[in-house]
Protein backbone atom coordinates (compact mmCIF):
# COMPACT_ATOMS: atom_id res chain seq x y z
CA UNK A 1 0.00 0.00 0.00
CA UNK A 2 0.93 3.77 -0.94
CA UNK A 3 0.76 6.28 2.45
CA UNK A 4 -1.09 9.07 1.24
CA UNK A 5 -1.73 12.45 3.04
CA UNK A 6 -3.44 15.52 1.19
CA UNK A 7 -3.48 19.30 2.20
CA UNK A 8 -4.83 22.15 1.00
CA UNK A 9 -8.05 22.10 2.13
CA UNK A 10 -10.01 25.00 4.08
CA UNK A 11 -12.30 27.61 3.61
CA UNK A 12 -13.21 29.64 0.43
CA UNK A 13 -16.09 32.41 -1.14
CA UNK A 14 -18.08 31.04 -4.02
CA UNK A 15 -15.80 31.96 -7.04
CA UNK A 16 -12.30 31.34 -5.39
CA UNK A 17 -9.76 28.84 -5.80
CA UNK A 18 -8.23 25.87 -4.01
CA UNK A 19 -5.04 24.21 -4.43
CA UNK A 20 -4.90 20.53 -2.88
CA UNK A 21 -2.02 18.60 -2.67
CA UNK A 22 -1.49 14.80 -2.08
CA UNK A 23 1.98 13.17 -1.24
CA UNK A 24 2.63 9.81 -1.55
CA UNK A 25 5.13 7.74 0.50
CA UNK A 26 6.21 5.26 -2.00
CA UNK A 27 9.09 5.81 -4.41
CA UNK A 28 6.64 3.67 -7.00
CA UNK A 29 3.88 6.69 -6.76
CA UNK A 30 5.21 7.07 -10.51
CA UNK A 31 3.72 3.73 -12.13
CA UNK A 32 -0.13 4.34 -10.72
CA UNK A 33 -2.78 5.94 -11.55
CA UNK A 34 -4.03 8.72 -9.11
CA UNK A 35 -7.76 9.95 -8.41
CA UNK A 36 -9.13 12.41 -6.27
CA UNK A 37 -12.75 11.82 -4.50
CA UNK A 38 -14.95 13.74 -2.14
CA UNK A 39 -17.62 12.99 0.22
CA UNK A 40 -20.20 15.59 1.38
CA UNK A 41 -22.57 14.82 4.26
CA UNK A 42 -25.09 12.70 3.73
CA UNK A 43 -23.60 11.70 0.50
CA UNK A 44 -21.96 9.02 -0.99
CA UNK A 45 -18.87 9.32 -2.04
CA UNK A 46 -18.13 10.77 -6.01
CA UNK A 47 -15.02 10.75 -8.11
CA UNK A 48 -13.84 14.02 -8.85
CA UNK A 49 -10.81 13.84 -11.27
CA UNK A 50 -7.86 11.46 -12.29
CA UNK A 51 -4.44 11.01 -13.60
CA UNK A 52 -2.22 8.63 -15.40
CA UNK A 53 0.78 7.46 -14.13
CA UNK A 54 2.04 9.80 -16.96
CA UNK A 55 0.37 12.28 -16.14
CA UNK A 56 -0.79 12.46 -20.22
CA UNK A 57 -4.44 11.50 -19.48
CA UNK A 58 -6.99 13.06 -16.99
CA UNK A 59 -10.74 12.30 -16.75
CA UNK A 60 -13.46 14.54 -15.07
CA UNK A 61 -16.45 14.47 -14.45
CA UNK A 62 -19.28 17.07 -15.72
CA UNK A 63 -20.17 18.67 -12.42
CA UNK A 64 -16.06 19.79 -12.03
CA UNK A 65 -15.14 19.75 -15.72
CA UNK A 66 -13.59 23.16 -17.09
CA UNK A 67 -13.21 24.46 -13.20
CA UNK A 68 -11.17 21.42 -11.68
CA UNK A 69 -7.21 20.49 -12.88
CA UNK A 70 -5.32 17.14 -12.04
CA UNK A 71 -1.95 17.34 -12.50
CA UNK A 72 1.04 15.49 -11.03
CA UNK A 73 4.69 15.46 -10.05
CA UNK A 74 6.55 12.41 -9.95
CA UNK A 75 9.60 13.53 -9.05
CA UNK A 76 8.26 15.23 -5.79
CA UNK A 77 5.78 12.17 -5.45
CA UNK A 78 2.51 14.26 -5.64
CA UNK A 79 -0.44 14.91 -7.00
CA UNK A 80 -2.51 17.95 -7.12
CA UNK A 81 -5.89 19.17 -8.02
CA UNK A 82 -6.45 22.51 -8.55
CA UNK A 83 -10.10 23.84 -8.51
CA UNK A 84 -11.37 27.02 -9.56
CA UNK A 85 -14.62 29.18 -9.81
CA UNK A 86 -15.56 26.92 -6.57
CA UNK A 87 -19.26 26.38 -6.13
CA UNK A 88 -20.46 25.85 -1.96
CA UNK A 89 -21.68 22.27 -3.63
CA UNK A 90 -18.07 21.47 -4.15
CA UNK A 91 -18.02 21.55 0.05
CA UNK A 92 -16.87 18.30 0.57
CA UNK A 93 -13.92 16.17 2.58
CA UNK A 94 -12.12 15.24 -0.67
CA UNK A 95 -9.73 12.32 -0.92
CA UNK A 96 -6.79 11.18 -3.20
CA UNK A 97 -6.35 7.40 -3.77
CA UNK A 98 -3.80 5.32 -5.71
CA UNK A 99 -3.91 2.37 -7.93
CA UNK A 100 -7.08 3.30 -9.00
CA UNK A 101 -9.23 1.48 -11.60
CA UNK A 102 -12.78 2.09 -13.15
CA UNK A 103 -15.68 -0.65 -13.68
CA UNK A 104 -18.42 1.27 -15.72
CA UNK A 105 -19.48 3.79 -12.94
CA UNK A 106 -17.89 2.60 -10.08
CA UNK A 107 -13.87 2.97 -8.63
CA UNK A 108 -11.98 1.18 -6.38
CA UNK A 109 -8.50 2.31 -5.05
CA UNK A 110 -5.99 0.64 -3.27
CA UNK A 111 -5.08 3.18 -0.90
CA UNK A 112 -6.87 5.98 0.53
CA UNK A 113 -5.48 9.13 2.27
CA UNK A 114 -7.04 10.66 5.49
CA UNK A 115 -8.80 13.34 3.69
CA UNK A 116 -8.85 17.02 3.49
CA UNK A 117 -12.14 19.34 4.56
CA UNK A 118 -12.78 21.74 1.64
CA UNK A 119 -15.69 24.54 2.64
CA UNK A 120 -16.89 27.22 -0.07
CA UNK A 121 -19.31 29.81 1.21
CA UNK A 122 -22.11 31.42 -0.44
Known amino acids: QVQLVESGGGWMQAGGSLRLSCAAS????????IGWFRQAPWKEREFVAAIGWSGSTTNYPNPVKGRFTISRDNAKNTVYLQMNSLKPEDTAVYYC???????????????WGQGTQVTVSS
Open 26 to 33: RRTFGTYA
Open 97 to 111: AAEIRRSGDTWSAGS
